[in-house]
């Protein structure tokens, strides 16, 4: 009988609700788990969610969300990715609870619902990511490499498709979380308030006088007030090159401009290819926890 039941159904079809449930299930989580950095594993889900997007090529097509190849060892311990297996461990409950989400479409739903219950602007989303077998792993030195200049900035995000106001938008989220010595190398965050979305990350590029940190590890910038505060020469890149300071200085007086322009980069970003069989229009946007 419940067979019978089962193919008059069909298969299950998820829709908009099922995935608001995931979305509220990792919403829960993120609460739940304060036990980790600043008290949120926010920012390091939307580092996962970054890290599975920035591979893309767009004159090969390959890499991009679609396949969550981060599974597989040659991709997993690319030195970019680095500390990336606790945001995946972290999703993993989520995944046992709704074995119907594939890992690609729920690690980009981690990075949109990060950005989301850490107060920032909807990121629009649509599933249709597939999971891939290990054939599909990109080669590693596709992610940034943070202690170069604009040049790569550019070489590396124009690959993906990105033009300078999107580059500069994108780099906001350095508003979020901190660099770990025993993953990067680097050390410490960008902003007084890691856990929250805010157009912070421009004002104090701007604001604060920076100076080389004194010490063995990697070259990186320290604010020179408090010296608590760091940014990564590629970050400093923003503010020295002509091309990008305009954008830094619109995203510091105007903090609605550079939610706007966050989540129309992120979105993109998060969508790079992607074979999708929902059109763009049919985009949906979840009700975060506090809404
Ligand atoms: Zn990051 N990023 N990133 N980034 N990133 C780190 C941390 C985080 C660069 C980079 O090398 C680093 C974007 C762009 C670029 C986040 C989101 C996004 C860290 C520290 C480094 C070294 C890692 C560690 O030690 O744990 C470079 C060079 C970039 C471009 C030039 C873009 C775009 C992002 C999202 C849209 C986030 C949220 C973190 C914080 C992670 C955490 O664990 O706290």
Not at 168 to 173: E, I
Not at 234 to 243: E, N, P
């Amino acid at each position: 009988f419940g067979e019978a039941a089962k193919k008059l159904q069909g298969p299950f079809v998820p829709k908009f609700e099922d995935y608001q449930q995931v979305y509220n299930s990792i919403a829960a989580r993120l609460e739940e788990r304060d036990d980790y950095d600043d008290g949120s594993f926010g920012p390091v889900l939307l580092r996962l969610a970054w890290h599975c997007s920035g591979t893309y090529d767009k004159e090969t097509g390959t890499g991009g969300s679609n396949g969550a190849t981060m599974r597989f060892t040659p991709e997993g311990s690319h030195g970019a990715n680095a500390g990336l297996q606790s945001a995946r461990d972290f999703l993993d409950p989520i995944k046992e609870q709704y074995p119907w989400i594939t890992y690609s479409d729920l690690w980009i739903l981690g990075g949109v619902c990060a950005i989301q219950e850490m107060q920032g602007p909807k990121i629009p989303y649509r599933p249709g990511r597939s999971d891939r077998d290990v054939s599909f792993c990109t080669p590693d030195g596709r992610l940034p490499d943070a202690s170069k200049d604009q040049k790569h900035v550019r070489a590396i995000f124009g690959r993906m498709g990105f033009d300078d106001k999107e580059m500069v938008a994108l780099s906001g989220a350095h508003a979020l979380g901190r660099c770990h010595e025993d993953r990067s190398g680097y050390s410490g965050p960008w902003t007084f308030s890691p856990t929250t979305l805010t157009n912070d990350y421009y004002k104090l590029l701007l604001e604060e006088k920076w100076a080389w940190k004194k010490w063995t590890g990697p070259k990186q910038f320290e604010d020179v007030k408090t010296k608590t505060l760091m940014m990564l020469p590629t970050d400093m890149a923003l503010v020295q090159d002509k091309g990008f300071r305009p954008y830094v200085e619109k995203y510091a007086n105007d903090n609605e401009a550079f939610f706007k322009d966050f989540s129309d980069g992120v979105v993109r970003l998060f969508e790079l290819g992607v074979p999708f069989t929902v059109a763009e229009d049919a985009r949906w946007t979840f009700k975060s926890s506090f809404d």
